[in-house]
């Protein structure tokens, strides 16, 4: 017995400590198919979390509809998140409008022989709608739709007049026009 009365603490086996060969344990090495199928996992993650980013970046930023350079914005309204209605304003003529949406790969529709020969047609000086213009522009999971009416012969500070749509289309695809029901 010691003074302080109390009984001595056992001393621990040298098999029983802590920092003992006996007690350190090997860490445990990968077999070749836990490798892979970790590999596997974290390239599935890094596919699907890019996916998702692309997802987020369109629902956050949608894509803008062209606009020609030298327009004047006279409008704006904001129909619905994704849904825009400007109207526009330049000194170009309609015909130049038209070629700039054709290079936008937009699909338009105007009257024979009104921009055959790179001159546009406004009898009288009189206004007149030249025609339209559309396309669908894909991006992430969604469709964008624009769709621009051009008119010209104004007077003033412009020349030409053209009111250009937007519409993103959340479920990923815009309705056919064959869809529409003819009467």
């Known amino acids: 017995m010691n003074n302080t009365g109390t009984e001595p603490e ?3 086996a040298p098999s029983e400590r802590e920092d003992s060969p006996a007690s350190v344990k090997a ?3 990968l077999s070749p198919l836990m ?3 970790l590999v596997f996992i974290l390239l599935l993650s890094a596919y699907i979390g890019i996916q998702l980013f692309g997802v987020l970046f369109g629902m956050i930023f949608p894509p803008d509809a062209p606009v020609p ?4 914005e006279l409008s704006h309204d904001n129909l619905a998140y994704g849904v825009d209605d400007w109207l526009y304003g330049t000194t170009q003529n309609g015909c130049e409008v038209v070629q700039f ?3 936008q790969d937009g699909v338009c529709d105007v009257p024979p022989g009104v921009c055959g020969t790179g001159a546009f047609f406004s009898p009288n000086g009189a206004s007149q709608n030249l025609g339209s213009c559309y396309a669908d522009v894909e991006f992430s999971i969604f469709t964008m739709r624009w ?3 051009i008119a010209t012969g104004y007077g003033g500070d412009s020349l ?3 009111r250009l749509k937007r519409e993103i289309f959340w479920i990923g695809t815009p309705p056919s026009e064959s869809a ?3 009467p």
């Open 10 to 12: 056992a001393t621990p």
């Open 27 to 29: 860490p445990r090495s």
């Open 35 to 37: 490798l892979v199928l």
């Open 69 to 72: 350079s030298d327009v004047v």
């Open 101 to 103: 949406y054709i290079e």
């Open 147 to 149: 769709n621009v009416e």
């Open 160 to 162: 030409t007049k053209f």
């Open 180 to 182: 529409v029901p003819t």
